[in-house]
């Protein structure tokens, strides 16, 4: 069954590194991992995507492991604007779009 | 702004009605994604359509339905509503399949 699993709720300081985990154990060899994020009273947004090498972009970096199961993205230092749910999403070989419950992040100042 | 446009913003209807929900893509955009959120839950995938066909439906209810027009813009259609439809439905556009969404605002839809 296809699926994604996030923590529900993480918590960093503020101006630290944050690692925000992704299982995602039955994606296809094509199919690129996309990651939102979802501030309040908004739709989500596009944070970064990548389908087998890491991806840096000026939001964030994705770490994608080699067997592509997991990922992981990574804001270098987040700031209280970064406080938001983020989801890790792909796509299934018969193109249904899998979000996982995401994981609710806290910073604290 | 994601120059994605979704009316209405609002929406407030009984049991047993009808509703449109409609969506403008992102200039350029051929893909049209619904989901549907509910009260602090994640988003639940509906349907998809490129360039004017469906490409894949997820958990779309029978009672709903969507089409996307020539001009590329799409509606959702939800019938019967009953009380658990209650939620924000969301659209997203992107360039292409597989590629990056950009979400509209939403349409929070409330069953009285």
């Known amino acids: 069954d296809a699926k994604t699993t996030q923590p529900n709720s993480m918590e960093s300081n503020e101006e630290e590194p944050v690692h925000l985990p992704c299982n995602h154990s039955t994606i296809s060899g094509t199919d690129y991992i996309h990651w939102y994020r979802q501030l309040p009273s908004q739709g989500p947004e596009y944070v970064i995507h990548g389908l087998t090498s890491n991806v840096n972009n000026r939001m964030a970096s994705l770490a994608i492991a080699e067997d592509r199961k997991s990922s992981t993205l990574i804001l270098h230092r987040a700031t209280l604007r970064d406080a938001a749910v983020y989801y890790c999403?792909?796509?299934?070989?018969?193109?249904?779009?899998?979000f996982g419950k995401g994981t609710r992040l806290h910073i604290l100042p | 702004d994601s120059g994605v446009t979704q009316t209405p913003k609002h929406l407030i209807t009984a049991t047993g009605q009808r509703v449109t929900l409609r969506c403008s893509p992102r200039?350029?955009?051929?893909?049209v994604y619904w989901y549907q959120q509910s009260l602090d839950q994640g988003l639940q995938f509906l349907i998809q359509?490129?360039?004017?066909?469906?490409?894949a439906k997820g958990n779309i209810l029978e009672r709903f339905s969507a089409q996307q027009f020539p001009d590329l813009h799409s509606e959702l259609n939800l019938s019967s509503l009953e009380l658990g439809d209650s939620a924000l439905y969301f659209c997203a556009s992107s360039v292409g399949l597989g590629r990056p969404q950009h979400f509209g605002d939403g349409t929070r839809l409330s069953i009285l």
């Open positions: 999403t792909w796509t299934t070989r018969d193109d249904k779009i899998i």
């Open positions: 359509y490129y360039n004017g066909e469906e490409r």
């Open positions: 200039s350029g955009d051929l893909s």
